[in-house]
């Protein structure tokens, strides 16, 4: 006669694990014009200031992500993310995929560095 507490049970434990994936599963922020922005690249500025002069390539690229602009030369590289700022959450950025046009740079955010031959941060600069 506990066949019906245990199909009560049973019940409630797929409600309760259909209702956390519902809720789980919400859709991701991303601000209009997502086609431009490159997709699970939500940084927020906290990580962004983690990065410092000295620190190597390989950190740059797991915080930030793929360089919206990459230019080299003997003395090293110079890599840009031009970031757009999500409508919904404050102070969180998403990388380009593209550089804006030269009317629209005003209004992105960005974060540039140069790196010397051995892959190590020489100098930045952001606005953010």
């Known amino acids: 006669m506990r066949y019906p507490l245990k199909r009560s049970i049973l019940f409630l434990s797929l409600s309760i694990v259909l209702s956390m ?24 500025k906290l990580e962004i200031d983690m990065i410092k002069v000295g620190d190597g390539l390989v950190k740059v690229e797991a915080v930030l992500g793929k ?18 700022e999500d409508r919904d959450v ?4 998403y990388t380009l995929k593209e550089t804006p046009a030269a009317s629209e740079i005003a209004q992105f955010k960005f974060v540039k560095l140069v790196f010397d031959p051995k892959n190590k941060i020489v100098s930045k600069d952001f606005k953010l």
């Open 21 to 44: 994936f519902i809720m789980c599963s919400s859709p991701n922020k991303v601000p209009a014009g997502s086609e431009r922005v490159h997709p699970h690249t939500a940084l927020r």
């Open 67 to 84: 360089p919206t602009e990459k230019s080299s030369d003997p003395s090293g590289t110079v890599m840009t993310w031009y970031l757009a």
């Open 90 to 93: 404050p102070e969180q950025y």
